[in-house]
Structures are given as C-alpha cells and as structure tokens.
C-alpha cells in the first residue's frame, strides 16, 4: 500500500477507537495525505493531560488490553512516566524500521556488536531486537559498565558498538587505546553530536573507526532514522511506518520539505495501533537533505540539531546548545570539545553576552587570544554575542549516558 492509502486507513481507525482524535478532529475533515497540514498538531501535554489512574496511558490508546503485547515507559524526569503501549504489529513495525536504520550504517550479517544502553524498560528497547534482525551477534553490556564492555571488545573482538554520543567521546578520551581496538564502527544514537562534523572527527579519530548516527523518538518509534556510510543526514529507516512533515517551531505553519531546510520535525504513525499519533510534534529542530544519496537509498534525510526545549533565543537569535559546540569543537586541539551554555535567565530568553564555559584541552592554559577566537567565532557563525569562560582540562563533568549542554543557576 502506498502511504496515501495506509493514512487514510489509520485515520479511518483513529475516528472509530481513539476518543482523544475523535474530540481533536471534530470539526476537521481529514481529507487526503497531502492535506494533513491542514490537521491539528498534537502536543505531548495534550496527551499527559488525559492521563487518570483508570487510563494512565491517555485518551489516545486505542487498542485493547488483550491485544497489547508490551508497555515501555520513559524516565519521568518531569513527573509521572508516560506509557507506550505496542500490539504486536507494532512492535514488529518498531523493530523493521530499527533493523533498516542500523543496517545503512554498513554494519553487516555475522558481523559482532556491543551495546551499551540499560534499555529494557524504556522504549529503545525495541531498537536492540533489530541488531538480530540484522544478523548481528549482539553482546549487551548495559550502561555505567565500562570496565565490562573494555573488556568485551579486547576479549570478543567486535566490529561495532552502539552507546550515546557523550559515553562514546568519554570513552574516547578516557581510553586512548580504543582507536587500535577491533572496532570499525561506532553506531550512535540518544542525543544530537553524531552529525556534528567536528564532534564526529573527534570520535573517529578516538576510536579509530566510522562514526554514524541513528534516531528516534519514544511516542513514536525507535531509530526511526539512520545514517548510512556517507555520512550526510539520517535516512527514513521507518518509510511506510511514519509520515514527515516540517513545521515553523513558533507559528506551527507548515513548511516545504526541500533540500536545504530546516524546522522542528512532526511524525505521525501510519500503521500503529495501539496509541497512534497524528501530526506529534516531537521538537527536534532538523536539517533536511532530499539530494540523491550515493547509496542508492530514496527519500529524504535528515540531521539533528538539538531540542528546540533546549534553544535559548537572544536578542531574537535562536541559539541551539549543540550548534554551540559544533562551533567550538573546530578549535581542536586547544580545546576538549566540552562545552557548557550557563544562561543566567529564567526561561528561554536571554541577554546578551551569553556565558559559554569552554573545556581546554589536556595541558593546555587559559590564552585570553584563544577566548576572544572563539567568541568572534561564535558571532559569526550563530549571531550571537557570548562570554566565554575558559576552564581546565576535566572540569566540566563526562556522562557514561547524555550529555548536560545547559546548566542553570
């Protein structure tokens, strides 16, 4: 089926079982794929808002219990954790678009992989499963074990490993004998900085191997979107399994999928089934590629930004953490490539000069040359006139998970 025909099936399914889309849509005619622009958004504190001790799922679960073959769950950092129910559809849709997503990183059969994610309760869970679709041996090793997983790649000599960006260049830095280890892949995934060209470089030329990234979203699918060898924006490993879209993050206001743009990323499921979502806003701020791929592999594709919860916007200026150190990162070797935004206003707004802590390279000292560099840089580059603060060698903290980008007073 084409995906003109799965939306118009799912949306037939969400007006007969979902009472939060039967509400929603009351009044819209959902018309064809190519109107869906014309559909509300959904935002995900619509859903949590129709959460109740009788339905801690929320309004939008549509399937019965007996069809429901696993609930993930996220962390909660926020409050109460949201719950992700799967039918086993679902779950098998999950897992496909995961497998094709890792497989673009040229990652092969027979091959060995390390993982590294404590995955089990939370949704990237599923992503795991697709290293045996993919004919991987998977060896799991968990988060926070990194004396395990060194010696899994001394002892089992395997050709990828798969962790977030952050445990990847802690690992890098921390244990320089990686770049002479068996590994010749590092498949990220978690948090924006695998498409970061000077983050990337840095990882590569640590772990001596090819650095690709992969991504998903927790309402939505696991690594929905992967990487393949040339390295230039995630591809839809999910195609037949979700819909793009790009909007304007402050209008809502659709916006054309050419090459070149860029917006906050909207998903909505085409085949799901126990709580599928229409036009989920999932504030991922993303660049789109549509030029012909070398791989061979059609659609579009796309690289992260940041979290549009994390940009700051000074003096009308959106300022994305990431981007910040993206900037940084080309002052290797003077600089780690750690960074720290510390805004020292509540909210999103902020005055200018922004306060940027830059981490300085092993045995390096403070140069007020190299401060005033990096500041023209970042005015330049981002529009944005910062204070930097150039601090020693390990004084910003490493994560074995993700990475703190923004630290408040």
Not at 29 to 43: F, K
Not at 226 to 243: I, K, P, R, S, Y
Not at 267 to 280: G, V, Y
Not at 282 to 307: A, E, F, K, Y
Request: some cysteine.
């Amino acid at each position: 089926m084409t995906d003109a025909e799965l939306y118009r099936a799912q949306v037939a399914y969400l007006l007969q079982r979902s009472a939060f889309y039967h509400e929603k849509l009351a009044g819209h005619e959902p018309g064809e794929l190519d109107r869906i622009a014309e559909l509300p958004l959904t935002e995900k504190d619509e859903l949590r808002a129709t959460r109740s001790d009788g339905n801690p799922i929320g309004a939008h679960l549509c399937a019965e219990p007996g069809e429901i073959v696993r609930i993930y769950s996220t962390s909660g950092t926020t409050g109460d954790p949201s719950y992700v129910p799967l039918t086993a559809g679902d779950l098998e849709n999950w897992i496909a678009g995961s497998a094709r997503s890792y497989a673009a990183s040229g990652v092969r059969p027979g091959q060995t992989i390390v993982s590294t994610y404590d995955a089990g309760p939370f949704v990237a869970g599923a992503a795991l499963a697709a290293f045996e679709r993919v004919g991987l041996t998977h060896v799991p090793v968990g988060t926070g074990n990194t004396a395990k997983l060194l010696r899994a790649i001394e002892l089992l000599r395997p050709e990828a490993v798969v962790l977030t960006p952050s445990y990847a260049a802690h690992l890098a830095e921390s244990h320089p004998g990686l770049a002479a280890s068996s590994v010749e892949r590092v498949l990220v995934a978690g948090e924006p900085g695998g498409g970061e060209p000077a983050f990337r470089a840095r990882l590569e030329e640590g772990w001596g191997a090819r650095v690709t990234e992969a991504m998903g979203v927790g309402d939505i699918g696991v690594s929905l979107f992967g990487e393949c060898e040339q390295q230039d924006g995630m591809h839809l490993g999910a195609h037949g399994f979700v819909h793009v879209e790009l909007i304007d993050r402050d209008s809502g206001a659709a916006l054309p999928l050419g090459d070149g743009a860029s917006g906050e990323l909207v998903l909505t499921h085409l085949q799901h089934r126990a709580a599928p979502l229409l036009r989920f806003r999932t504030r991922d701020h993303v660049h789109v590629r549509t030029s012909p791929c070398p791989c061979g592999r059609p659609g579009l594709r796309i690289r992260c930004v940041g979290r549009t919860d994390d940009m700051l916007i000074v003096r009308g200026v959106n300022v994305f953490p990431s981007a910040v150190r993206e900037v940084v990162g080309v002052f290797a070797p003077e600089v780690s490539g750690n960074v720290v935004v510390r805004p020292e206003q509540p909210g999103v707004k902020q005055e200018p000069p922004l306060p940027v802590a830059v981490e300085l390279a092993r045995g390096r000292d403070a140069d007020a040359r190299l401060a005033e560099a990096i500041r023209e840089r970042l005015r330049d580059v981002l529009v944005v006139q910062t204070r930097i603060e150039l601090v020693p060698w390990g004084a910003l903290r490493r994560s074995e998970y993700k990475s703190t980008l923004v630290e408040r007073p």
